[in-house]
């Protein structure tokens, strides 16, 4: 007899921790499908900056490149008018030492101005680089700090 009261009670024992893992259970798996959700529109957004970051990154260098080309179309215009005033110049000498101090004047302006062009041509490209790698740099900061992150929770 004491079997016939116990087992109903134990039935019901049992059904009751079934239905306490399964309940458990279901809303680990929620609370897991939820995570995975955020993380993925975590990931998402992320993707998404990163790729701002490249158009922003390709803007700067084409912007760059039209300024260095500009500059260098307009140094080899000048260059060439230099060219050209220096030449009859020199067609204009009365002596051959008047010839070589003009061509030597010519000579010396020409590779001072080349130098100074180079100068100039190089600080642009530095400021170019810095322009067209900071917003990738950026990127790659937040990916260490996410990574950081992570690794932390």
């Known amino acids: 007899m ?3 009261k116990t087992a109903p009670r134990a039935a019901k024992t049992a059904t009751e ?3 306490t893992m399964t309940s458990a259970s279901s809303e680990t798996v929620r609370e897991n499908i939820d995570r ?3 993380a993925l529109s975590e990931a998402s957004a992320f993707g998404k900056q990163n790729m701002e970051a490249w158009v922003a990154a390709a803007a700067a ?3 760059g490149f039209e300024t260095l080309s500009a500059r260098a179309v307009a140094f080899q215009k000048a260059a060439l008018e ?3 005033a220096a030449t009859k110049s020199l067609m204009t000498s009365k002596s051959v030492q008047e010839f070589a101090e003009k061509q030597n004047d010519y000579a010396k302006g020409a590779f001072e101005a080349y130098v100074a062009e180079l100068t100039t041509v190089s600080d642009l490209v530095q ?3 810095k ?3 900071a917003p990738i740099n950026d990127r790659v900061n937040a990916v260490g700090q996410f990574i950081q992150n992570g690794a932390a929770r």
């Open 131 to 133: 322009e067209t790698l």
């Open 36 to 38: 995975s959700l955020a």
């Open 17 to 19: 921790a079934f239905e």
């Open 61 to 63: 260098a084409q912007k």
């Open 82 to 84: 230099n060219h050209v």
């Open 2 to 4: 004491a079997t016939a």
């Open 127 to 129: 400021g170019v680089t």
